[in-house]
């Protein structure tokens, strides 16, 4: 008989893609073929930031992106890569890129029913320090499949049906979900060129000790935001609790990563400076909230949940909290108590 050793039944991502597809008797495997050409990008982005410093792909490309930011060399080669490959896969219609100023419209022969929403290098301002950098995505299904038009890519965030962030650090860690609650982490093995499942069902705790927030703001954050950040630097002696403790590592990917597994509370706010606060709704707040609810937690704008927003353009910007259930009610009541 098969002996069920761990080194001979390993999870693959791929292998985990098609369990979740066999529990959809209406499911075609487009999106199993979808997921493919999402994990051939994050495999070529992770080759190219381990080796990017030996062959000279760190530094400016020399163009700004629509966000005004400095396009770093990385960030158009991933995208690039990204978008070859999710073309190429037939199942994508549309997609949307933090690095190219329009919708990208599939060729007619390329097109199918999905739509994906990517960053695909962020936290590249990082990317010179050698600080951990990561790519995020969300998959929304197209009502009119292959014939949409835009305006089926414009909808509430609840609409995204698989959400997912790669991350380049010490290791190469892909955390995705395809929703029911379950929220998976996958290690990339280089020697087999294969994601392997390593933290099965992650579950943010309800109430964590760290806050992770860029408090060079703090002089433009609105009151609720300084009432919030103050009650956990300053808590009362009736909250009984400890003052927490603060970790930014300025890549939204690594910070979320860290707060999704040891919990607390991660937040790009509103202030006087960027109204909308700086995160990109549809590839980074979306897929973001998205992972953190499925993992039991929230994330808000302070006054609405994320993924109730319906962006109006495809860059538009939302501010986010996201963290454990319990840490985002008390955000949640700071805005209702300081507004
Ligand atoms: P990107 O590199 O994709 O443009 O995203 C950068 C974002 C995000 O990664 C991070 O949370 C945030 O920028 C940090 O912004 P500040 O440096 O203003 O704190
Ligand atoms: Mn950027
Ligand atoms: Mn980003
Ligand atoms: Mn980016």
Redesign the pocket.
């Known amino acids: 008989t098969m002996t069920d050793h761990k080194q001979t039944n390993i999870m693959t991502l791929t292998r985990y893609v098609l369990e979740q597809q066999r529990l959809h008797p209406d499911a075609t495997g487009d999106l199993s073929i979808a997921m493919n050409a999402v994990q051939v990008g994050c495999k070529f982005v992770e080759a190219c930031v381990r080796k990017a410093r030996l062959i000279n792909l760190v530094g400016l490309a020399g163009n700004q992106n629509v966000q005004g930011e400095d396009q770093k060399k990385l ?1 158009v080669l991933s995208n690039e890569m990204f978008v070859n490959a999710l073309q190429a896969s037939g199942k994508f219609s549309f997609m949307v890129s ?1 690095e190219v100023d329009d919708i990208v419209v599939v060729p007619e022969e390329l097109r199918g029913k999905y739509c994906i929403t990517f ?4 936290g ?1 301002s990082n990317i010179d320090a050698g600080v951990n950098v990561g790519t995020i995505f969300g998959i929304w299904r197209l009502p009119s499949g292959p014939k949409a038009t835009v305006d089926e890519i414009l909808v509430a965030g609840s609409e995204i049906i698989v959400g997912g962030y790669c991350m380049y650090g010490s290791s190469c860690n892909l955390i995705l979900t395809f929703g029911n609650n379950q929220v998976e982490g996958f290690t990339l093995d280089p020697a087999l060129g294969e994601f392997i499942l390593t933290h099965p069902d992650i579950k943010i705790p309800n109430r964590g000790k760290i806050y992770s927030v860029n408090e060079g703001n703090s002089l433009y954050w609105d009151a609720a935001t300084r009432a919030y950040f103050e009650s956990l630097k300053f808590p009362t002696p009736e909250s009984g609790r400890k003052p927490y403790s603060s970790r930014y590592i300025g890549s939204m990917v690594a910070d979320v990563h860290r707060t999704l597994l040891y919990g607390g509370v991660f937040a790009y706010p509103s202030d006087r400076k960027s109204r909308q606060g700086k995160l990109r709704i549809l590839y980074e707040s979306f897929p973001m909230a998205y992972i953190t609810e499925q993992a039991g937690g929230k994330a808000t704008t302070g006054t609405t949940r994320v993924l109730d927003l319906v962006p109006k353009h495809i860059h538009d910007r939302c501010p986010i909290f996201l963290g454990g259930a319990d840490d985002i009610s008390d955000v949640e009541k700071a805005f209702k108590e300081n507004n």
């Open positions: 960030d933090e960053d695909p290098l962020d590249s």
